[in-house]
């Protein structure tokens, strides 16, 4: 009777141990899993943020090409008719 119960103590233990493994193998497996498809959004965000940085510095470089005084001055005078002032045309006021 005493040899029975160590055998079914040492069966439960032995059946324990193997479950625990097993389910650890599992969540290894999960864990492995789960890194990689990580790993693949970071890499395609990576990829997102290096295009991101491309079209920023063009539009960063478009933005200067098109704010220089010298354009702004050339299309105020094509497009809107502006013009310099002659020198009597100029008023300056000062405070009071």
């Not at 029975?4 to 625990?20: A, E, I, N, P």
């Not at 290894?28 to 890499?43: A, D, N, P, V």
């Amino acid at each position: 009777m005493r040899y029975q119960m160590t055998v079914m103590k040492s069966l439960y233990q032995l059946l324990l141990c193997g479950f625990l493994c097993i389910s650890s193998a599992v969540m290894i497996i999960y864990i492995k899993h789960e890194s990689r498809e990580i790993f693949i959004e970071l890499e395609e965000l990576s990829i997102t943020r290096d295009k991101l940085n491309i079209e920023w510095s063009a539009l960063q470089a478009e933005e200067n090409k098109w704010a220089t005084p010298m354009r702004i001055e050339t299309e105020a005078i094509e497009n809107l008719n502006f013009y310099r002032p002659i020198a009597p045309m100029i008023r300056v006021f000062q405070r009071q």
